[in-house]
Every structure is written in C-alpha cells, then in structure tokens.
T-cell receptor
C-alpha cells in the first residue's frame, strides 16, 4: 500500500532564510509525486509535481523539489522564504491504477518569523 | 482562472441526520474526487468518480456515503445518517484526465460539524 511520511510537523524559519521540507514515500511502482500548499481557509493548491524525466522539478512561487528514488524522498525547497509562504504543506503520491487517488502525508506547518 | 467551488462552507447537523455537500468542478473536467480531513489528521481519499460511476473508493466510503452528478455541473456527496466521527473538512477535487501526474484541483472545503 502506498504511504507518505512528512517527518516535520512544524517548522519555523526566518524571512529570507532557506526552507526544506522533507517527504518520504512508499509506493510499489514509479510514483507520481505532488506538493500542495494550503493557506488558512483555502483549498489545496498544487506547487509542483513529478512523474518522469528530470528529477529536479520547478514549481510555482519559487519552490523546487528533488526526486531521489534511492532514498524514496521528494523534498521541497525554497532558497529564500517570504512571509506569505506561511502555510501548511502537503506531500502526496498518486496511484493511477486506483482511480488516481492521492495519498497525503500528515503535512508540515511552516511559520515565518520577521 | 477556473476553480472548484463548494457549498456550504460550514454545515452543522445533528447526529443521524442526512447531509448533502455540494461541489461545482471545473467545467471541462471529467474526473471528480472527494477527500476529507479530520481535525489534526491527514487528508484522506474517499472516492473518485468518472462517467457517472465510482472508479475507486476507500474503506471509509461505506454504505452511509454516496456520490452523484445530478446535472452537468454539480457533484454531490451525501452522508445518509451522520455520526459524530464524520465531523471533518470535506474537499472536492476535479481533474481533466487521469494521466500520470495530472493535477487535481481542490475546492476550499466544507467544514461539517456533527453534534
């Protein structure tokens, strides 16, 4: 069965500092991997996705993620965080063979200090 | 930019009552989903729907749950007899295809509170 683990429940980072959010997945085949962001009162917005090709993926809002098959990881990074990046971030793996369902990690809440 | 909308934003109901959560997916999308998030827990898949049929459902999606596309625009989730443990945020999503890596667009959610 597929699963996703986000080891960090909360991360606090200073504005302008770099950010890395960890994601580990378990999936039997080539995974389809996603990062979503949720701001308070909002739905989930896709930041980026990986399903094949270049293992370094660029997304919106200056985010990138690197797929490492050997480590079963898909960590999200941003070189310089802005106050508006304060939100909850979810990693997910998609299963095309099962109705395209997404399995989510528990989320990481990012707080940005001025 | 097209978006998925959900109504109501917050629904309060008594245990045992029926509720219907409504969603309007993006107009050219063909695949529809419901997820839920109990407070403090993960977002969980409930069901996917295509061509007026359920494609996949989770263990959570038991006989108390049903989905319907009653017309060309709405997609509904019905809970027949609500339980306290059904209290959660319910998210609707839609996608154009189910190609590998296809993005699911999520609505803002309906917070269901069962008393």
């Amino acid at each position: 069965a597929q699963s996703v683990t986000q080891p960090d429940i909360h991360i606090t980072v200073s504005e302008g500092a770099s950010l890395e959010l960890r994601c580990n997945y378990s999936y039997g085949a080539t995974p389809y991997l996603f990062w979503y962001v949720q701001s308070p009162g909002q739905g989930l917005q896709l930041l980026l996705k990986y399903f094949s090709g270049d293992t370094l993926v660029q997304g919106i809002k200056g985010f990138e993620a690197e797929f490492k098959r050997s480590q079963s990881s898909f960590n999200l990074r941003k070189p310089s965080v802005h106050w508006s990046d304060a939100a909850e971030y979810f990693c997910a793996v998609g299963n095309k063979a099962a109705g395209n369902k997404l399995t989510f990690g528990g989320g990481t809440r990012v707080l940005v200090k001025p | 930019e097209p978006e998925v909308t959900q109504t109501p934003s917050h629904q309060v109901t008594q245990m045992g009552q029926e509720v219907i959560l409504r969603c309007v997916p993006i107009s050219n999308h063909l695949y529809f989903y419901w997820y839920r998030q109990i407070l403090g827990q993960k977002v969980e898949f409930l069901v996917s729907f295509y061509n007026n049929e359920i494609s996949e459902k989770s263990e959570i999606f038991d006989d108390q749950f049903s989905v319907e596309r009653p017309d060309g625009s709405n997609f509904t989730l019905k809970i027949r007899s609500t339980k306290l443990e059904d209290s959660a945020m319910y998210f609707c999503a839609s996608s154009e295809t189910t190609s590998g890596g296809d993005e699911q667009f999520f609505g803002p959610g309906t917070r269901l509170t069962v008393l």
